[in-house]
């Protein structure tokens, strides 16, 4: 198990770097400019990379050392973070998007491997339960980041000190994942082809229980996506300060968290496609409730709901691709499924922003809410295998 010991660490480390420096980035570049659009076109600035090179990536996590391939997109990221802390001081935006743009780039590269190397960590048998704990992990580092995110924002110096802490993270994340040593998969690989660089596509879009879970994901969180309008609702809608912001960002990975523990001990087994469908309509009413909500109590709380639903879907979903997918293309469909969460959350939040800056922020966050809503009833009649899956 040290291993997979080492992947955690790892990605605890890394995670609490990214949101600490989401969050320092969207409140820093709020304050510059007051635009919901400009938090919109940091998403943005992330989510294309995933899109450009979704067939590049999942290929070479299935052909190279992945474990490699997550230790240069730590660094990349440590160098990305010491770009925007030379960018601080008041740089050009667009110096600064395309870092963001960088750091999207080492995330596109790190999603596919990282989530195929950790079935290569650990017997099919605990698969299961190693998803939640690598997802529980993942959200505390969620918890933890934004809070220390907005403590550091309001005591550091300057941000600059913040991105230089966060590339510290991430290059000792580059370290421990260094150190992990892996057997390569067993049995030949096929030639370079184009029918073996878009397999991952052709997998997905062949299988209905794949397809209609990563595609519920994809259209829920894009449409009840709220967190990059965070900022705004804590300036403008509940007069809070940076510490406040740090909590509500904190809030989902709260509430994600406190489900991934308990699925890490009693993992979904039965009826797991109409519970991530039950728990995905969930997630779209709590939305509609955290953009109803002039309280931050109440809205603390909604957020936490809105993680914990989506926990279950997350852990559900990654189990599913894992189980259903074979070992010499688990790359290349967790690059599929990755692009659909990147456009979930970044694309998600440019048309938040997009939204606000049209409606209004909080009649965007509501329309969200019911849409997502809408889409899980299309889904449970458009695929029954997904809503009949046992797990």
């Not at 009693?266 to 009413?285: D, E, K, S, T, Y």
């Not at 909500?293 to 109440?298: A, D, G, I, K, T």
Request: hydrophobic share 55%; proline share 4%.
């Amino acid at each position: 198990m040290r291993n997979f010991h080492l992947y955690l660490a790892a990605r605890v480390l890394g995670t609490l770097g990214l949101q600490i420096q989401l969050l320092v980035v969207g409140w820093h570049v709020y304050q510059r400019t007051g635009s919901p659009l400009a938090l919109g076109y940091v998403g943005l600035a992330q989510f294309l990379p995933s899109v450009a090179l979704v067939l590049l990536t999942g290929h070479v996590a299935d052909r190279l050392d992945r474990s490699r391939i997550l230790t240069a997109c730590y660094a990349l990221l440590a160098a990305a973070a010491l770009g925007l802390a030379w960018l601080a001081p008041g740089g050009r935006m667009d110096l600064l998007y395309g870092l963001l743009v960088l750091v999207g780039s080492a995330r596109a590269f790190a999603g596919p491997a990282g989530q195929a190397l950790l079935s290569q960590l650990v017997p099919e048998a605990e698969l299961a339960r190693a998803v939640a704990r690598v997802s529980s992990a993942w959200q505390f580092a969620t918890i933890v980041g934004p809070a220390l995110g907005g403590f550091l924002y309001r005591l550091a110096p300057s941000v600059t000190w913040i991105y230089g802490l966060v590339a510290g993270l991430m290059g000792l994340s580059a370290a421990l994942v260094l150190a992990i040593r892996v057997d390569a998969p067993a049995g030949p690989r096929k030639a370079v082809s184009w029918s073996t660089v878009v397999a991952g596509v052709v997998y997905v879009a062949q299988n209905p229980v794949l397809l209609g879970a990563i595609s519920l994901d994809f259209l829920a969180v894009l449409l009840g996506g709220a967190v990059a309008l965070l900022p705004v609702v804590a300036r403008d809608v509940l007069h809070a300060d940076a510490t406040a912001l740090g909590a509500l960002r904190s809030a989902p990975a709260a509430g994600a968290l406190l489900v991934g523990l308990a699925l890490s001990r009693w993992p979904v087994r039965r009826h797991a496609g109409a519970i991530m469908l039950a728990c995905v309509f969930g997630f779209g009413l709590a939305t509609v409730g955290f953009g109803l909500s002039r309280s931050l109590p109440l809205s603390l709380a909604m957020l936490a709901l809105i993680g914990a639903t989506d926990m279950v879907s997350v852990s559900v979903r990654q189990t599913l691709i894992q189980l259903r997918t074979p070992q010499e293309m688990r790359g290349r469909v967790s690059a599929v499924n990755l692009v659909f969460i990147g456009a979930s959350n970044e694309l998600g939040e440019f048309e938040s922003g997009v939204t606000a800056a049209w409606l209004g922020v909080v009649p965007a966050i509501v329309t969200g809410g019911l849409g997502t809503c809408l889409v899980v009833a299309l889904w449970a009649l458009l695929f029954r295998d997904l809503r009949r899956y046992e797990g």
